[in-house]
């Protein structure tokens, strides 16, 4: 199951270094399509620092642990903490609003198959 293991690693990696990069480039632009506005100095710098800075922070970390067999399952337990709470609190959101769209059809996908995806992962890992 290594190389499945490192396949899910390296590609939520990418999901979010792609992400970040874009956020960390155009943090207004890139989260107008769900109605986030940066309206001040301050709040494209807070857009920029924590949407883009976190998610290229854990694109590395994912990257890291892709390469170093001893961190394969922490980076395998984060993909699958990381995306199932993301995804549980933004269909608590989505019930909580009755506010639904196509960026929330895509990242809720993402969100709820890489958490399948790393289980699958961690049971592999577990047969060896």
Same mark, same amino acid.
């Given at each position: 199951?290594? $190389? ?9 990696? !990418?999901?979010?270094?792609?992400? @970040? +990069?874009?956020? !960390?480039? %155009? $943090?207004?632009?890139? #989260? ?7 309206? /001040? +100095? =301050?709040?494209?710098?807070? *857009? ?20 170093? $067999? %001893? ?9 699958? #903490? @990381?995306? !199932?709470?993301?995804? *549980? /609190? ?5 019930? %909580? ?7 929330? +059809? ?12 790393? /289980?699958? =992962? ?7």
């Amino acid at each position: 199951m290594r $190389p499945f293991s490192v396949l899910v690693l390296v590609l939520a990696a !990418l999901g979010f270094l792609g992400f @970040g +990069a874009w956020l !960390l480039v %155009d $943090p207004v632009g890139g #989260l107008a399509g769900v109605g986030i506005a940066g309206t /001040t +100095a =301050a709040g494209v710098v807070e *857009l920029r620092a924590f949407y883009g800075g976190l998610e290229i922070g854990l694109g590395l970390f994912l990257l890291l642990c892709s390469a170093r $067999p %001893d961190w394969r399952v922490p980076g395998l337990w984060l993909v699958l #903490l @990381g995306n !199932l709470c993301i995804g *549980l /609190t933004r269909l608590y959101g989505i019930g %909580d609003s009755g506010e639904f769209n196509n960026f929330f +059809a895509a990242a809720l996908a993402w969100e709820f198959g890489f958490p399948v995806l790393a /289980t699958i =992962a961690l049971m592999g890992s577990r047969r060896r």
